[in-house]
């Protein structure tokens, strides 16, 4: 499959890190409320350590954008902001369960948290800092990232891949930091994910 066009280059925007099925929150207890069930999911829990989530856990908390790739998608993900660069990385083991919106929905199993996955902390000028989150999923043998720690980077450069197929990334950014665009946070308050290609707006800067 070809990659996607190069996205539009404008610091303010926040585009889609991949071809995926999406769904955003204004902040963290909304994404709880109407999307993500686990029973012991938290930021701190998502991200691995609870000092990398404290900037995410100010005033009302974090933004959440889930971005869900199936299988037959472009496997790629792809930075969704920039310039910047990133300030660290670090892969939590786990395990590999699917990552559908059953098992997300499903209370008793926390997938998000449970999952292998890549954990990356980015910094922008206008968004700040931004959580990377790329988890592994039944049939995807690795995450695999394309940039080291320091690196630099543009808005669509490919971060990585998962490999062999689909799975599911969580961007969270700081508090008041992005607004979201109003076709995805009605559809989202409704519990509807949202197709959207790599590349397409998401939201703006809203500070």
């Known amino acids: 499959m070809l990659p996607p066009a190069t996205p539009c280059q404008d610091a303010t925007v926040f585009v889609s890190s991949a071809d995926c099925r999406a769904i955003v929150f204004p902040n963290f207890e909304e994404a709880a409320r109407v999307w993500i069930k686990g029973c012991k999911f938290s930021v701190a829990e998502l991200l691995g350590n609870s000092a990398a989530?404290?900037?995410?856990?100010?005033?009302?908390?974090?933004?959440?954008?889930?971005?869900?790739?199936?299988?037959?998608?472009?496997h790629r993900f792809h930075f969704p902001c920039g310039p910047g660069q990133v300030l660290s990385q670090k892969c939590l083991s786990g395990e590999y369960y699917s990552v559908n919106p059953v098992a997300i929905n499903n209370s008793?199993?926390?997938?998000?948290?449970?999952?292998?996955?890549?954990?990356?902390?980015?910094?922008?000028?206008?968004?700040?800092?931004?959580?990377?989150?790329?988890?592994?999923?039944?049939?995807?043998?690795?995450?695999e990232l394309l940039r080291k720690e320091g690196s630099d980077f543009r808005k669509g450069d490919c971060y990585g891949y998962f490999q062999?197929?689909?799975?599911?990334?969580?961007?969270?950014?700081?508090?008041?930091?992005?607004?979201?665009?109003k076709d995805l946070l009605d559809a989202s308050a409704r519990g509807l994910e949202t197709f959207v290609r790599m590349g397409e707006r998401m939201g703006t800067c809203a500070n």
């Open 108 to 143: 008793s199993v926390d997938v998000l948290t449970e999952n292998c996955r890549s954990v990356s902390i980015l910094q922008h000028a206008g968004f700040g800092l931004v959580a990377f989150v790329a988890v592994g999923a039944t049939l995807v043998g690795s995450v």
């Open 164 to 181: 062999y197929g689909g799975s599911t990334c969580v961007l969270l950014t700081e508090p008041g930091a992005v607004q979201w665009d």
């Open 53 to 74: 989530a404290e900037p995410f856990l100010r005033k009302s908390g974090c933004s959440v954008a889930v971005l869900r790739l199936a299988p037959q998608d472009y």
